[in-house]
């Protein structure tokens, strides 16, 4: 993935240019048209990390910051020091194959979105405006990019 291609996960086909065939790749990825989830899957997601402060919820936000630190490939920097320290690791040409795990946590997060608050959100009366505030935010970036 390039160094950019997070924006992907917020717009279809950020940066893309189309093969001979019709298919749409961003540049140094062969592997995958889009990993596009969804804006309102990430808004969703955000939220549950956000209200819900939670063990299983902690874990499955660091399993997707993981995942999306290491599907940037040799621009993350971290695949390349795992590659170097456990050569095993270098038989995986594309390393945009570890953004599969994000594409189940981040529905997972999502879902989190809708259990009773835990964390700083839950002195609130009501959490749904933390929910609705970042919808907003969401649809005004993708109105903007």
Not at 31 to 59: E, I, P
Not at 84 to 108: E, S
């Amino acid at each position: 993935m390039p160094l950019l291609g997070w924006l992907n996960l917020w717009v279809p086909l950020f940066q893309c240019h189309s093969s001979s065939s019709g298919v749409w790749f961003q540049n140094r990825q062969a592997v995958t048209s889009s990993y596009y989830l969804g804006a309102g899957v990430l808004v969703l997601a955000l939220a549950g990390v956000w209200l819900v402060r939670g063990r299983r919820v902690q874990l499955l936000a660091a399993l997707t910051g993981l995942s999306l630190i290491l599907s940037l490939g040799e621009d993350g920097r971290l695949y390349q020091w795992l590659r170097d320290a456990i050569p095993p690791l270098g038989f995986m040409r594309y390393p945009i194959k570890f953004f599969f795990l994000a594409m189940l946590t981040i529905p997972l997060l999502a879902a989190c979105a809708f259990r009773k608050p835990t964390g700083p959100a839950a002195n609130r009366r009501n959490p749904w405006r933390t929910l609705a505030a970042l919808a907003v935010i969401g649809w005004v970036l993708i109105g903007v990019a």
